[in-house]
């Protein structure tokens, strides 16, 4: 894993106040509203037949650190989150640019390209408690109000020309708050997905152990 962000003096990287969230995302500053705080970027992914920027050798012209994949690729290397009963691969850390078409994987394992510090921003609701039909990410004041009712204190905001977000303050962010960012619908009902298949499976063990062991007992 490489960090390199272009606004990354404004944060500071900590133990999250989520419990069991793992790192967050902290403001290193006293931050004005609508200010980027850092970025989201690594690998691109995205169709070999429809570029929407000059690639050669992999890499896109003019700015050499950022690995280009083929769509497909990007199955492959999560292939093996597919669990049975899932509807479609797992993957993390990758958010879809919705002008550029492309996927970007900010996976600290996986990424081969430098990622940003947007990767360690966590979102404050869960799927339990989100509540909202609507997709938060869309870049409108209707949902950013919504956003900041919720407790999100950034978006995402999706560079023109470049295979990357900036992650945007919704208002003044105090020095030593924590940042959230909406995950959007799509993660979250991944992930309650996720969850209610493992529930599953765990009554299934229990059940096929407790048959097991009364068919042992009247043996």
Partial sequence: MKLIDDYA??????????????????????????????QYKGDIFMPTDNYSFNVEDGRIVGWSTCRVFSIEEIKERYHHT???????????????????????DADPIFAQSPIG??????????????????????????????????????????????????????????????????????YWELQKEKKNLNEKYKKDSSRMIKEALEKTRNE
């Fill in 9 to 38: 003096y404004r944060l500071k990287i900590g133990i999250s106040t989520i419990p069991n969230a793992g790192l967050g995302a902290f403001a290193g500053v006293k931050t004005a509203k609508g200010t980027p705080v850092c």
């Fill in 82 to 104: 597919i669990a049975p009963g899932m509807t479609q691969i797992y993957m993390d850390y990758v958010i879809g640019h919705p002008i550029l078409r492309c996927q970007i």
């Fill in 117 to 186: 510090f947007g990767g360690f921003i966590n979102d404050v609701k869960t799927w339990k408690d989100r509540g909202e039909k609507e997709d938060l990410t869309l870049n409108d004041d209707k949902n950013r109000k919504k956003a900041l009712d919720m407790g999100y204190n950034v978006y995402y905001f999706p560079v023109p020309n470049l295979p990357l977000f900036n992650l945007i303050t919704l208002r003044e962010i105090e020095e030593g708050e924590e940042l959230f960012v909406d995950y959007g619908n799509g």
